[in-house]
């Protein structure tokens, strides 16, 4: 009993002056606890009962002195610690190792995606499990993917004899002929250089002292395609990574002082070290292809991460990076005898390069990993930097759950085909995905908010790896209930590190009784709108509306609805209110003030705040009473549709979710063209080779603008614009005006603009009919490089021979 006191107050000693009364409180506590389960482990009914493995755990690991003695060994400490515990292991570590599973999960899923494509090697892989204990993690691999029909041979590498008898009666037990338990320490084990195809750490990579010199040699063994997976404990401050751009993520990253002393001075205890440097040298000497951090909230929040990499391949890297921003920037890839024969040509000439292009430079010349992006199954997604204040703005919420512009119009009016080079917004990427049915050369999808971008990058990975059912469930019903196994074990490998902790720890969106449509920032106006329907007993009459078969019966059910959402009552209390305005519909002031011009023009009363209320109450008549004249809801206009029922139905959805187009966006490549930008607009047009771009499709953004603003963003987006599009490229929008402001803009400075599609007369400018009007602007002249200044803000277009060059 002596020596229990001595090991509890070892432990008190280890947090020194630092202690708070709290974890003092907690720990006498503990003390009291130790007692009672040294007493229970005596105890004969205790030992007979099913508590008995789990006060077998806690005496092990939180009571009972260590025997061995600091020049004994690691072998002599292992022993020490998991010699009384082996044959209890398995049932006490499920709930304190969190993780597990997932990444077994995640490694099985990546070696099945690349034994499908030209990475996967011409023999069977062969997995090292290092510090692999009692064989758990061979077992749960056998019950995902078959241990003896996937694998050449397994090996099993553990320093623990007790554990180690444990993981041979579990492969006699199993009767895996392919599989090799190795007693030995990890620095010792013999494999020749490039053979290991799968190598695995659980849990063990904290318990190994001399942990550098391991995990060099497992850059050795790691075979040029293997992978190699890793989940344990860590404390870590975001100080300490913030400006490395190779981590894949900072999403949960960080630990705060407190927990960062308490879990790194309590696990020293037991001779496992949550050092930060452990999981720094794995990213230093891997590629990333994954990282999550999570926290084990059941015992305390102990903060653990999951870890999928690859070899660093540096002999291919450059030509890789290369090749990527060739694509980026719309410029021809060059070798590097071309490269520099065109340097000598064009001395003078500042050659612009995409900012993962410069992010990968600096990593290479500092011998540093890519940054992860360069590392992932698929170019879709590019780098970017998560910690900047314009991503973290958002607070890891999308806005748009679904696409407002109506990709059927979009279509008819630009005819896009093969050879398009397109930017546009992602919002919701939903009409990125009718886009690609038709098969554009690239499209340059582009958000500032990350979480779009998530969004975006889920769909693509959906229609990659799940068949049409499992598409359905989650994009048309925005339900699926096994949505966390599916993004373990088939969307992982096809998603950015930054996207799939996004999604893995949002997967209640669509495990939750709401639903991916009743989730991101404009979720506010569908909610008010239907407690509304449901308080008002009108609920039976809006699901009618939706399913009725003819137009005159939508007609005749229109105005019992109509005298709800058009009241006006709620649109003086809510609908003109700023709150309304941005977070609920995302209209920014800017947007708002073109509105009140064109109620002003039409009343023919000065312009003027109190009439706010009014504008927007009448702009509001305009867009949903020729909808339900013109459009049908239950067959046609899903953007309604899903507003008022919170999926689509089979009828009635968006063209990208048909079996027809599955079986086209599913085909392999089907997304080799598409790049997902996180950035500005301006950020990512000013690094396009000019006149390169068709078509750029701006959705309402430019409304977005102030008309007052002395910077000239405006002026500066129609130039570049200029600058990248191609002669006859043509800029699409849509705006609330009838005619906006900055259309001007773009005639005087090389574009011919055309209104091609003005709401009047009741009738519809699309399906949605949320705009007022809808404009191609044609270039028809480039505009010399100059600037903002001298771009031409007024007076007459100038002669159309004078702005060519």
């Not at 755990?57 to 082996?86: M, R, T, W």
């Not at 990282?291 to 102990?302: K, P, V």
């Not at 900047?388 to 085909?417: G, M, S």
């Amino acid at each position: 009993m002596e020596e229990i006191y001595a090991h509890a107050s070892t432990r008190l000693q280890q947090f020194g002056p630092e202690i708070t009364l709290v974890t003092l409180v907690s720990l006498v506590g503990f003390a009291g606890l130790a007692l009672w389960v040294v007493h229970a482990t005596k105890n004969t009914q205790f030992k007979d009962s099913g508590l008995s493995p789990y006060l077998q755990f806690v005496y092990n690991n939180f009571i009972k002195p260590h025997d061995a003695k600091a020049g004994d060994g690691q072998q002599s400490a292992l022993e020490s610690f998991y010699g009384k515990q082996a044959g209890i292991y398995d049932t006490t570590r499920k709930r304190l190792l969190c993780g597990r599973e997932d990444m077994l999960a995640l490694v099985a899923a990546q070696l099945q995606s690349r034994q499908s494509s030209s990475q996967a090697p011409s023999h069977k892989p062969v997995w090292y499990d290092i510090g692999g204990g009692t064989g758990y993690n061979i077992e749960v691999m056998d019950k995902t993917i078959g241990i003896e029909n996937t694998f050449e041979h397994v090996f099993l590498v553990d320093y623990s004899p007790s554990l180690c008898d444990v993981a041979r009666q579990r492969v006699a037990r199993c009767g895996w002929k392919n599989v090799t338990v190795l007693c030995d320490d990890a620095r010792r084990v013999q494999c020749a250089p490039g053979s290991a195809d799968l190598i695995t750490m659980s849990y063990s990579l904290s318990m190994i002292p001399d942990f550098y010199s391991v995990v060099d040699l497992l850059t050795q063994f790691l075979s040029p395609t293997g992978t190699i997976g890793i989940v344990d404990f860590y404390v870590q401050s975001l100080v300490d990574i913030s400006s490395r751009n190779y981590i894949g993520g900072t999403f949960n990253r960080h630990v705060n002082w407190l927990g960062r002393m308490f879990w790194r001075t309590w696990f020293e205890a037991d001779r496992v070290n949550l050092d930060a440097g452990r999981r720094d040298y794995i990213e230093y000497r891997f590629g990333t292809i994954l990282s999550c951090s999570d926290r084990n909230y059941l015992l305390g929040g102990i903060p653990y991460y999951m870890f999928i990499g690859c070899g660093r391949d540096a002999d291919t890297s450059t030509k890789l990076v290369e090749q990527e921003d060739a694509v980026l920037t719309e410029s021809p890839y060059l070798s590097a005898n071309e490269y520099r024969k065109q340097q000598d040509v064009q001395a003078s000439t500042s050659i612009v390069h995409s900012k993962s292009y410069e992010s990968a430079i600096v990593n290479l010349s500092s011998n540093l990993p890519l940054p992860a992006a360069f590392y992932q199954n698929h170019a879709w997604r590019i780098h970017y930097n998560d910690l900047l204040t314009k991503h973290q703005q958002f607070k890891n919420e999308y806005i748009y759950a679904f696409n407002w512009e109506d990709p059927t119009v979009d279509r008819q009016l630009l005819n896009i085909n093969s050879s398009d080079v397109i930017l546009t917004i992602t919002s919701a990427g939903d009409n990125i995905l009718d886009y690609l049915l038709e098969s554009p050369k690239r499209i340059h999808a582009v958000d500032l908010n990350p979480n779009q971008n998530h969004l975006l990058e889920l769909k693509v990975a959906a229609f990659a790896a799940l068949p049409h059912a499992d598409v359905w469930a989650l994009f048309g019903e925005g339900r699926h209930p096994e949505f966390r196994s599916l993004l373990l074990t088939k969307l992982s490998p096809h998603l950015s590190s930054q996207a799939f902790q996004y999604w893995l720890n949002n997967a209640s969106v669509f495990s939750s009784k709401h639903g991916l449509y009743e989730t991101g920032g404009s979720r506010h106006a569908i909610q008010l709108v239907r407690r509304l329907f449901r308080l008002l007993n009108m609920s039976s009459k809006v699901q009618t509306l939706c399913s009725v078969e003819t137009m005159n019966e939508q007609r005749e059910m229109w105005p019992q609805v109509r005298d709800i959402l058009l009241s006006w009552p709620l649109h003086k209390l809510i609908v003109s209110t700023e709150w309304w305005a941005w977070k609920a519909a995302g209209v920014p002031k800017e947007q708002r003030d073109l509105i009140l011009d064109d109620f002003s023009q039409k009343t023919g009363r000065p312009k003027s705040k109190k009439d706010c209320g009014e504008a927007i109450w009448q702009y509001m008549v305009d867009t949903l009473d020729p909808v339900v004249e013109n459009t049908q809801l239950s067959r046609d206009n899903y953007f309604y549709y899903v507003c008022l029922r919170g999926r689509y139905s089979r009828k009635c959805g968006p063209r990208y979710m048909s079996q027809k187009s599955y079986s086209k966006l599913s085909k392999k490549g089907a997304f080799d063209g598409l790049r997902i930008h996180t950035d500005e607009l301006m950020e990512v047009i000013s690094r396009i080779t000019p006149s390169t771009l068709t078509i750029a499709i701006l959705m309402d953004s430019m409304d977005w603008f102030d008309p007052a603003d002395d910077t000239g963003a405006a002026i500066s987006q129609v130039l570049a614009l200029n600058k990248v599009l191609k002669l006859g490229g043509r800029v699409f929008f849509r705006s609330a005006a009838r005619r906006p402001w900055y259309t001007d803009l773009l005639e005087r400075n090389g574009f011919e603009a055309k209104r091609v599609g003005l709401r009047e007369n009741g009738k519809c400018i699309d399906r949605v009919n949320m705009y007022a009007s809808t404009w191609i602007c044609t270039k028809v002249a480039n505009i010399a490089p100059t600037s903002p200044d001298a771009v031409i803000k007024n007076g007459p277009a100038a002669n159309l021979e004078e702005l060519h060059i």
